[in-house]
């Protein structure tokens, strides 16, 4: 569920940018976001737009999926 209460279904993908990994994530909506991760702490590229809480519940799914 995302922020505004809307569940969707997401994609993410694994990548390169920069020499750090990042994971491209796209959203049923169209809404795409490059996410990275420092040390326990999810981040977003600047010209991603997701909310706090979008960012660490989908941060958590791709923790997840890792495992």
């Known amino acids: 569920m995302m922020?505004?209460?809307s569940e969707q279904t997401i994609r993410f993908d694994p990548a390169?940018?920069?020499s750090l990994k990042v994971w491209?994530?796209?959203f049923e909506d169209g809404?795409?976001?490059m996410l990275y991760k420092l040390g326990n702490?999810?981040?977003?590229?600047?010209e991603s737009e997701l909310d706090?809480?979008?960012l660490l519940m989908?941060?958590?799914q791709i923790d997840h999926s890792l495992l």
């Open 52 to 54: 706090s809480h979008s």
């Open 16 to 18: 390169e940018f920069k």
């Open 58 to 60: 989908v941060g958590a």
């Open 31 to 33: 809404q795409q976001a």
């Open 3 to 5: 922020g505004n209460g």
């Open 24 to 26: 491209n994530v796209s």
């Open 41 to 46: 702490e999810w981040m977003q590229h600047n």
